[in-house]
Each structure stands twice: as C-alpha cells, then as structure tokens.
C-alpha cells in the first residue's frame, strides 16, 4: 500500500508563494491522475488540482492560474507550486488519488498552508 507523506507548508503573507510536496513510499506510476487536495475549517475536503501519469493537468476555478501541480514518477513525487496566495487559501493540503477515478489510498497527515499578514 502506497504512503504519502505532505510537506513544504507555512505560513506565508498574502501574495507570497509555497511549493508543498508529497512523497509516495511506493510507486505512484501505477496511478494514473493524482490530485492535491484542500481542507479548511468547517468546510469539506476539496480537489483544487490534478494531473495524469502523462503530464495532463486540471484545476478548480479558484486556483486556475495561480496553481501549477506537477509530478516525478521517477522519484514518485507529486508537487503543487502556489502563487498569489489568499487568505481562502488557508487549509491543510493532502495528496492523494484523484476520486473521480480511483478509490483514494490512505490519507497522509496533510500539510497547513496558512496565508495571513
């Protein structure tokens, strides 16, 4: 069973950028979209971005253009570049399979991005 682990979160200013990254204890290659994930406080987890094993990426409107996932499968690492950061940015971020396709593995501990001045 593939374990993920997310890291790369802080505390940043509005407008400021983060690179998070999640590491797989196993073969990502294998699962075709995987997907960055957001929860926020009192809100349900929510898929802000994905991408297939060959490089094809898809976003929620509210990060389009700001956000860019990216992927190793090589290094089985997923990564999510965050511009322009919003204070509804605020969230714990989780990677993890995209669930339009795939049943979700295990959850990881996340990591908490929080955007504040």
């Known amino acids: 069973q593939v374990q993920l682990v997310e890291s790369g979160g802080g505390l940043v200013q509005p407008g400021g950028s983060l690179r998070l990254s999640c590491a797989a204890s196993?073969?990502?290659?294998?699962?075709?979209?995987m997907g960055w994930y957001r929860q926020a406080p009192g809100k349900q987890r929510e898929l802000v971005a994905a991408?297939?094993?060959?490089?094809?990426?898809n976003y929620a409107d509210s990060v389009k253009g700001r956000f860019t996932i990216s992927r190793d499968n090589a290094e089985n690492t997923l990564y999510l570049q965050m511009n322009s950061l919003k204070p509804e940015d605020t969230a714990v971020y989780y990677c993890?399979?995209?669930?339009?396709?795939?049943?979700?593995?295990?959850w990881g501990q996340g990591t908490q991005v929080t955007v504040s001045s």
């Open positions: 196993g073969s990502i290659f294998s699962i075709n979209v």
């Open positions: 993890n399979a995209d669930y339009r396709f795939i049943s979700p593995l295990d």
């Open positions: 991408i297939t094993s060959g490089g094809s990426t």
